[in-house]
């Protein structure tokens, strides 16, 4: 996976918690989190989506390197890159 | 012929809009089907019928406002809808004897008592007659002769704004007619202009006018708290170590669907203690205290950017932390995309509302009349915290109760947060 394809998921992911995200004015190093006022229901549904859009595992130890887009991207294409197919 | 009316979808409601009907004359609906789709002040609402039968006759159309206890539609029996029409009821035949605690019991649960069917010696209503009808009945329906309720259609009166002359407070035609200042009803068809008038309002209505309607509505309520509740308030900070690994160690072993929050198990522990602490669970209504049969949790979920809403978790008690975990997703998202059902924001018997995740260490709530308490939960802290005379650095979270001192004092409120925290230290048996 590209850290492009990455980062679409990534929005994809949080269009589907907040569908009016507006990531134009969304840092890539901003704690998106805080920002878009995601709670833990939320963030585990952000999670899951993210699994399931990349078959990959991600723990809740893993939550703390989720905090922004950029990191959630780094995050994917590292870790999702050796255990998909 | 039983009516479908406007159902009261929470203590703040006073009228709806008929969105959509889901189901057409003729067709056959059970109890708790989904028949329409109505939006109040704060949210749109899936609401359910209350009855079994067949639906005769559609008496909104989509689009219309209308005040809670109007009725929406007709529905027959579910046998052939001309089959044996039941006597009516006659006003005025209440004088038989009933116990104190019926009549009080059928006040607060909104009976007619004229409506109902004895089953007691010489035909006197016993409690269980009330529990039957209450259960039956369509939820906050103000009490009023049919002719009465014709005729508040007819002139558009409020019901629930009349004080009614008849036994037990039932409103009849006079009440009506005084109150609409008309000594006889127009014959003529029900207002067409108003129900025009009402759908180009509703169709107006823009995103900003439905925010101001939601903050009007939670304004109203919580103004009404204020001013009726006379609240007290107790804090505990209760260790969250055993519940936090038992969760983590959960998380590790099931799927990210099936992963618990830590709102989670505050939320059952919070139902739970409700048995020890059963005088917090229920309604003030008429001066006295009205336990609750179940335990429906009302979970407070902030709407991005317009208010909130809090829909019940029913028999929260009794879930499994999977299943309310389940139920909690549900609802929540429900809330948000605005299809909630009327029976989850009709019944809570008590309310959560746990702030932790917007960085609050401690939440100290308005309580939802006619509720009696409210439980908050803050964020979960990493605290210094002495266990066993040792100091260690463990999860914490602030959990606080606003409760009504109508209802219980300040010992009853201080042996519920106790118990929370002591069913929060063996996470296992949630």
């Known amino acids: 996976m590209t850290r492009e394809e990455a980062l679409g998921i990534v929005k994809e992911a949080i269009t589907s918690i907040v569908p009016d995200a507006d990531f134009d004015s969304l840092a890539p190093d901003e704690r998106f989190r805080d920002t878009l006022e995601l709670d833990s229901?939320?963030?585990?549904?952000?999670?899951?989506?993210?699994s399931d859009r990349t078959g990959c595992r991600i723990d809740e130890d893993d939550y703390p390197s989720l905090t922004t887009l950029a990191d959630v991207a780094d995050f994917l294409t590292d870790r999702c890159w050796r255990t998909r197919d | 012929m039983p009516e479908f009316t406007m159902p009261s979808l929470g203590a703040d409601m006073e009228e709806g809009t008929l969105l959509e009907w889901l189901v057409h004359p003729g067709d056959t609906v059970h109890k708790g089907d989904v028949v329409a789709v109505v939006e109040t002040a704060k949210s749109t609402i899936e609401v359910e019928c209350f009855g079994s039968g067949t639906v005769e006759r559609l008496l909104v159309e989509a689009g219309t406002t209308v005040a809670v206890g109007t009725p929406l539609a007709q529905i027959g029996a579910a046998a052939p809808p001309q089959a044996a029409p039941v006597a009516p009821p006659v006003a005025g035949a209440v004088d038989e004897v009933h116990s104190p605690l019926v009549r009080r019991l059928a006040a607060a649960e909104g009976v007619d008592l004229t409506t109902v069917h004895g089953t007691g010696p010489g035909g006197t209503i016993t409690r269980a007659d009330v529990d039957h009808a209450a259960a039956d009945k369509a939820r906050t329906r103000p009490r009023a002769t049919p002719l009465a309720r014709r005729l508040a259609d007819v002139l558009g009166v409020d019901l629930r704004r009349v004080t009614g002359s008849g036994a037990g407070g039932t409103v009849r035609a006079d009440d009506i007619r005084k109150v609409a200042g008309h000594a006889e009803p127009k014959a003529g068809p029900k207002a067409e202009p108003r129900k025009a008038e009402a759908r180009k309002a509703a169709a107006a209505r823009t995103a900003a006018d439905r925010s101001a309607a939601m903050r009007r509505a939670i304004g109203d309520l919580m103004s009404r708290s204020k001013?009726?509740?006379p609240h007290y308030y107790l804090s505990t900070t209760i260790d969250l170590a055993a519940a936090d690994t038992w969760m983590r160690d959960h998380n590790r072993r099931a799927p990210v669907a099936?992963?618990?929050v830590p709102?989670?198990?505050?939320?059952?522990?919070?139902?739970?203690?409700?048995?020890?602490?059963?005088?917090?669970?229920?309604?003030?209504?008429?001066?006295?205290?009205?336990?609750a049969t179940a335990v429906h949790l009302g979970v407070a979920v902030a709407l991005r950017g317009v208010g909130l809403v809090a829909p019940a978790l029913h028999d929260a008690d009794t879930l499994e932390l999977p299943d309310l975990m389940r139920r909690l997703k549900d609802v929540t998202i429900r809330a948000r995309s605005g299809r909630l059902r009327g029976s989850e924001t009709a019944d809570p018997t008590i309310t959560v509302t746990s702030l932790g995740d917007q960085g609050v260490e401690a939440v100290?709530?308005?309580?939802?009349?006619?509720?009696?308490?409210?439980?908050g939960f803050g964020k979960v802290v990493m605290r210094p915290t002495a266990v066993d005379g040792l100091l260690g650095v463990r999860?914490?979270?602030?959990?606080?109760?606003?409760a009504d001192h109508r209802a219980s004092d300040g010992a009853v409120g201080a042996r519920y947060l106790a118990t929370v925290d002591r069913l929060l230290q063996q996470p296992e048996q949630l």
């Open chain 1, 41 to 50: 229901l939320d963030f585990l549904g952000f999670v899951e989506t993210l």
């Open chain 2, 227 to 229: 001013r009726e509740i």
């Open chain 2, 258 to 260: 099936e992963r618990l």
């Open chain 2, 263 to 291: 709102a989670a198990l505050l939320l059952k522990a919070a139902a739970l203690a409700l048995h020890d602490v059963p005088q917090l669970n229920g309604f003030w209504t008429d001066d006295h205290f009205v336990p």
């Open chain 2, 364 to 375: 100290f709530g308005v309580i939802y009349p006619p509720q009696v308490a409210l439980v």
């Open chain 2, 395 to 402: 999860p914490t979270v602030t959990a606080t109760l606003s």
